[in-house]
């Protein structure tokens, strides 16, 4: 009788437009090899306070829904349809594309600026659904290929501590708070806390922590998105706890506001300070990203990490779905504790 393999459990953490290239990655590997079963869980952020998500979160008593549509959209088929008509403009012609349109900001409509799946999760945690259950049943609906949680089930607010002019006599510390000012701060983050700073668990998230066999952590914004959710306490205590390979994902160059002045070395130091429990196995770097890659290596080396260095960079500065598939192809093959060339 033969083997059932069993599949392959990854928990992605993050949001926004780095959380949803990882996901799509992570889908693109799984429609590449049939034959080896991958179970995906995105874990995302509840702090968004701008836009869309930042009006509903303060008109409704929900989640920011942004980061949750997202990863939602990422793991959505994207298979147009044949309309069997002509149009005017570039039609609606998939799911993904339905979740993700924006009503024009022009529009003096109170739809004005508001994304279609933001609007259709907050129906569902409106009408009386949880969190993790509106987000069970939009994704039935959408047929999406994993499941998608959020890190808490209540809403978060991060505060910061931004340091001014640090090498002035004039320098000083503030309290900066909300996602949105911290992303955009031309001071220095000190440190990252979240309020409430216990906020009440997804049993859900913790549980396929516990499951996982790689946890995957960015790239995404480092403070605002990456870093919050090991701030929360229950998944702090189950990343720590886990025997799972720990995967960081390193952004591409530095988010012009709260990493400015980052080399590619200081998340790996900023990790170790954040939190030293908490040992990653592996970081995948773009080697055109990083201008002096030994000294990337040594401090890597340093920390106990290894490196798998791949092309993952896409235009700009953001990862590629399909190269970042091949990275994670080579992560899936390889055992905890291995060197990766």
Known sequence: MKAVKSATRIVAFGGGHGLSATLRALSICKGSHPENQIEITAVV?????????????????????GDLRMALAALSPEVDS???????????????????????????????????????????????????????ILGLLLGIDGTVLPCSEEPIEIEAEIGWNSNSADSFVETVTGQVSIAGTSGTVNSVAIIPPNPRECPEAIE????????????????TSVVPHLLVPSIFRAVNDSAAMKV?????????????????K???VSWADLFPEIELDLVIADPKSISNGSEFETTARGL?????????????ETHDPRLLARAFDTVMTMKRGTTWQ
Request: hydrophobic letters at 40%; zero cysteines; a negative charge.
């Open 45 to 65: 952020g509840v702090s968004d306070d701008g836009g869309s998500s930042g009006r509903l979160r303060n008109e409704f008593p929900i989640v920011p829904p």
């Open 82 to 136: 044949e309309l069997g008509f002509e149009v005017e403009s570039d039609p609606i012609s998939s799911w993904r594309q339905l979740l993700q349109y924006r009503f024009p900001n022009t529009s003096e409509s109170g739809l004005a600026g508001h994304v279609t799946g933001n609007i259709l999760l907050t129906a569902l945690w409106n009408s009386g659904y949880s969190p993790v259950q509106g987000l069970q």
């Open 208 to 223: 396929a922590v516990r499951a996982a066999d790689v946890l995957i952590f960015g790239p995404g914004s480092w403070f």
């Open 248 to 264: 960081l994902l390193i952004n591409l160059g530095p988010q012009l506001g709260e990493t400015t002045g980052f080399e590619a």
């Open 266 to 268: 200081d998340y790996l």
């Open 304 to 316: 106990g990490i290894s490196v798998l260095w791949k092309e993952v960079a896409g235009s700009g």
